[in-house]
């Protein structure tokens, strides 16, 4: 494998490391306790047991379905068409009617890699749930960073280790196998469902707009219930209420139409790269905190019962640096758990996600000719996106030195969301949740977006989202060595299985044609 060991392995598997006080609690495949079970009148306790049952004896064949989803390499940011990402919606269409799913077909936009739907609609008379998951993945990253290859699902303790297992192909399964669960339990589920999974999400999902236009009157639905977000801690079922949207430029910055001797040149002329990073290093005030005006207006700070919500989660300085494989004396910007969630799920916040000028390995002594650089903001409900990306043009043109030309990319520009959570399916989502892990669920922010959800719940009449997740904090999502924690996993796959019938209970299905 890799030459050097990257600090993931030379981790112990993490249930081992205890990230932060709450760690030490009873592991998340414990037997739901009584009060954590109560639910609503009219659910069907004995339908639910017998699906349990269905799905406990199905685990096997889930996990081997999972690994065998996470072997396609589908990289979104490929160009379309890509034959990997095709596969992929194939194969999640081959899962979908093997679970119980009726005309499950690929959807196509122009220019977008393709979505993949399934109904099962068993009785109009009964409410419908849209749910969603994507099946698309982030690039693997340095593969050399990789402890087993990025395609080769590989356990390790209780963990499986692969490019997109948890982001967000074991998000696909956890529907898929709650569906399976009902069906082969009690022939039917106890409410409709249209299962939609993207093939752009980890791009932006830029072709989202075309596609609720053209296919929206597909999957009419009383409630949206999205598996792509995360667990605040590892066995710790999380509801999350509030996601930030993301505004993306790319610039450049060129001086020359070729590379320049340092030594003959150095002196009178601008260093493109140097004008790069002062550009750049205008973004920020020294504290770390965004220096453009107009990327931090509209932002609003969370009120004082926010505040102490906030700072009755549990957090821990320790397991947050490990989880982030932080080196030793890394300078955190926010001390305090409230600080932190608030930075994160409050505040915006601004990354250079990318960097070239001229790679090290290789170099000579010249000047480089040009740079180039992404920068992401993330944003928060109240922010205005396309706002946003002005502010950060008109810096950037602003602060161009030495009269080096610009070039300025606008990407994506897409919302914050948020949701208040006083329709009964919220209150439903946690019966759920605490039946499926054990333990009472919590309601957190996050501060990655899913463009899908804000557009969708208001097509569909401003009908509940309910965001539920598997990400766990070491997760390593987007990064090298990703991983899914099996035991929020399969409490994950319960809880679904629960879901329904408590929705099913609670929603009043909207009159349809
Ligand atoms: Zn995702």
């Known amino acids: 494998m890799n030459p050097r060991p990257s600090s993931a392995s030379k981790r112990a598997p993490s249930s081992s490391r205890a990230p932060s006080s709450r760690a030490q609690r009873s592991p998340a495949s414990a037997k739901p306790s009584r009060a954590a079970a109560a639910s609503a009148p009219g659910v069907d306790r004995e339908a639910v047991a017998k699906a349990l049952a269905a799905l406990a004896a199905m685990e096997g064949e889930v996990l081997d379905d999972l690994c065998g989803l996470a072997r ?24 979908m009617r093997k679970a119980g799913l009726h005309d499950v077909e690929l959807l196509e936009v122009e ?43 590989t356990r390790r303790g ?54 609720l236009t053209r296919y929206r009157a597909k999957m009419p639905a009383d409630c949206i219930v999205l598996t792509d977000t995360g667990n605040l801690e590892r066995g710790l079922p999380s509801l999350t209420t509030r996601l930030r949207g993301l505004v993306k430029v790319e610039v450049a910055l060129r001086g020359y139409d070729h590379a320049l001797h340092s030594g003959f040149w150095g002196g009178p002329v601008p260093d493109p790269v140097m004008g790069m990073a002062r550009m750049l290093a205008s973004l920020t005030h020294p504290d770390g905190s ?31 640096r490990a989880d982030a494989g932080a080196v030793k004396g890394l300078k955190l910007h926010d001390a305090t758990g409230a600080d932190v969630y608030a930075a994160q799920w409050y505040e915006p916040a601004l ?4 960097l070239e000028a001229s790679p090290v390995a290789g170099s000579s002594n010249q000047i480089v000719p040009s740079a180039r650089a992404r920068i992401g903001v993330r944003i928060v409900p109240g922010q205005d996106p396309k706002a946003v990306q002005r502010a950060l043009v008109a810096h950037l043109k602003a602060n161009v030195p030495w009269g080096l030309e610009l070039t300025i990319k606008s990407m994506t520009a897409g919302p914050a969301w948020s949701t208040d959570t006083g329709d009964p399916a919220f209150a439903a989502a946690h019966r759920a949740l605490a039946a499926g892990y054990g333990t009472r669920s919590i309601e957190i922010g996050a501060g990655g977006s899913i463009p899908f959800v804000g557009p969708f719940a208001k ?17 390593n999502a987007h990064a090298e060595n990703e991983s899914l924690y099996l035991p929020d996993f399969h409490a994950s796959c319960r809880s679904a299985v629960h879901l329904y019938a408590e929705l099913g209970a609670v929603l009043r299905p909207a009159a349809r044609g």
């Open 351 to 354: 990354a250079i996600t990318a």
């Open 111 to 153: 220019g977008a890699h393709p979505y993949v739907l399934g109904h099962r609609v068993e009785d109009p008379a009964l409410p419908t749930l849209l749910l969603y998951a994507h099946h698309d993945v982030q690039p693997e990253g340095d593969p050399a960073r990789w402890t087993s290859p990025p395609y080769e699902p």
């Open 459 to 475: 097509a569909l009449g401003g009908v509940p989202a309910l965001l539920v997740g598997l990400e766990d904090p070491a997760c």
């Open 158 to 211: 209780d963990r499986i280790y692969g490019r997109g297992i948890v982001d967000d192909k074991a998000g696909i399964l956890v529907h898929l196998a709650a569906i399976a669960s009902w069906v082969r339990a009690a022939g039917r589920l106890p409410v409709n469902v249209h299962f939609v999974v993207e093939g752009e999400e980890e791009i932006g999902s830029e072709h989202l707009a075309e596609f």
């Open 290 to 320: 965004i220096a453009v005006k107009g990327c931090v207006a509209g932002a609003r700070k969370p009120t004082a019962r926010e505040r102490a919500g906030l700072a009755s989660l549990p957090y821990s300085a320790k397991a947050l």
């Open 72 to 95: 396609i390499p589908s990289v979104s940011a490929r160009p379309v068409p890509d034959a990997a990402v095709r596969a992929s919606a194939e194969a999640t269409a081959v899962l």
